[in-house]
Antibody
């Protein structure tokens, strides 16, 4: 069955960068967008942006433009999200999710990674 | 940016009771709306897509309705495992989530 497996938790200093990976299996990686979402401790879900694994095209929500970069490697069915210039406010669980849209219908974020905890601490 | 407002923030109910959760959009999202359940320490799980369609494996006690700007998620009879946080999400214009409704046991 379709699955997304993310890299393990990270602890970073303020000002550093972190790169989270999301490996897909059980489906055609290039057939679905990958969305990135984060959740700060005790807070709701916040959308960061998406990548089209087929073309490599990306879209970022304005808040994250310029300091979040999404890439992919189709040879290993893996999407990446890098956050630079980390601050304490970037402490969160970061999720990747498969975005299923087809034929003018929206089928939702139907497969989620397990989440990657990123802690920013001095 | 389309803003999704969920109400109430917290719903205190007993097992077997009916839960009605609301999600209102700041502008029309047509039917491009989904609902998710999140239990503590877990990733969100898709419940409803395209406003009213149950995702694979979701029990029939979960139902969604609405279109345009007003949407509802109904849980007809709460089971113990249904006490969790629920989020709505739109995909009509970029992507946004509502702030969530926590369904807690009374």
């Amino acid at each position: 069955q379709a699955q997304l497996v993310q890299s393990g938790g990270e602890v970073k200093r303020p000002g550093a960068s972190v790169k989270v990976s999301c490996q897909a299996s059980g489906y055609t990686f290039t057939g679905y967008y990958i969305q990135w979402v984060r959740q700060a401790p005790g807070q709701g879900l916040e959308w960061l942006g998406w990548i089209n694994p087929n073309s490599g095209a990306t879209e970022y929500t304005p808040k994250f433009q310029g300091w979040v970069t999404m890439t992919r490697d189709t040879s290993i069915s893996t999407a990446y999200m890098e956050v630079t210039r980390l601050t304490f406010d970037d402490t969160a669980v970061y999720y990747c999710a498969r975005d299923h849209s087809s034929g003018g219908y929206y089928f939702g974020l139907d497969v989620w990674g397990q989440g990657t905890a990123v802690t920013v601490s001095s | 940016e389309i803003v999704l407002t969920q109400s109430p923030a917290t719903l205190s109910l007993s097992p077997g009771e009916r839960a009605t959760l609301s999600c209102r959009a700041s502008q029309s999202v047509r039917s491009f709306l989904a609902w998710y359940q999140q239990r503590p320490g877990q990733a969100p799980r898709l419940l409803i897509y395209d406003a009213s369609n149950r995702a694979t494996g979701i029990p029939a006690r979960f139902s969604g309705s609405g279109s345009g700007t007003d949407f509802t998620l109904t849980i007809s009879s709460l089971e113990p495992e249904d006490f969790a946080v629920y989020y709505c999400q739109q995909r009509s214009n970029w992507l946004t989530f509502g702030g969530g409704t926590k369904v807690e046991m009374k």
